[in-house]
């Protein structure tokens, strides 16, 4: 069911159609791959810092990797593909993926204002034109996507902030100033 697939089998380029069908049908399970990977590591870095409990950034003896953290997102990866289909996880995802973009453009920007000595490794160029850019195109994006996503990614976001509210906001290294704002010891300026 790949759109550009089918538009090219009834142009009459049923061999290019067919071989794109076939890359997105390889591609699709690389991407969620990436995608439990990335997550493990959100959730990691989380936990490590008092958003999420402490155990689920135990670090696997032998292999050097968050086991807790990577086995209990793939329960929740089954459970949900078990349950959608595979066009409302990808909506899903998408609507997640948009809202974090749309988020770091913003977050640059402020930055930016808030601190503009702060060490960047990482630069933006044009920030002033990217970022703005960045969050029109994601928010027409996100807005296009069905309501029934939408709802779902603000369901989702509630019971986010809840938890948020309830635990991570108490048990946030930074919060309580035990470290500072890029993740390292808290450091007096006196």
């Known amino acids: 069911k790949e759109p550009l697939a089918h538009v090219l089998k009834m ?25 439990i990977y990335g997550q493990t590591r959100i959730f990691f870095t989380m936990s ?6 402490e155990k689920l950034s135990k670090v696997h ?20 593909a078990a349950l959608f289909p595979v066009g409302i996880l990808a909506d899903i995802s998408n609507s997640g993926t948009l809202f974090a973009f749309m988020a770091v453009a913003i977050a640059v920007l402020i930055l930016r204002k808030k601190e503009p000595n702060r060490h960047r490794p990482f630069r933006t160029p044009m920030a002033w034109i990217v970022c ?3 969050i029109a195109g994601c928010l027409l994006l996100f807005v296009n996507l069905s309501v029934y996503t939408i709802g779902l990614f603000f369901g989702w976001a ?9 635990y991570g906001y108490r048990n946030s290294d930074l919060a309580r100033g035990i470290t500072g704002p890029e993740g390292g010891p808290k450091i007096d300026s006196e």
């Open 132 to 134: 703005p850019l960045a």
């Open 158 to 166: 509630v019971i986010g902030l809840v938890i948020y509210a309830l």
């Open 11 to 35: 142009l009459g380029f049923a061999g290019w159609g067919n071989a794109i069908g076939l890359a997105a049908a390889l591609a699709l399970p690389s991407v969620i791959l990436m995608m």
């Open 48 to 53: 490590r810092d008092g958003l999420l409990p």
């Open 61 to 80: 003896p032998k292999f050097h990797t968050p086991h807790v953290i990577t086995i209990i997102t793939g329960i929740f990866v089954a459970f949900f």
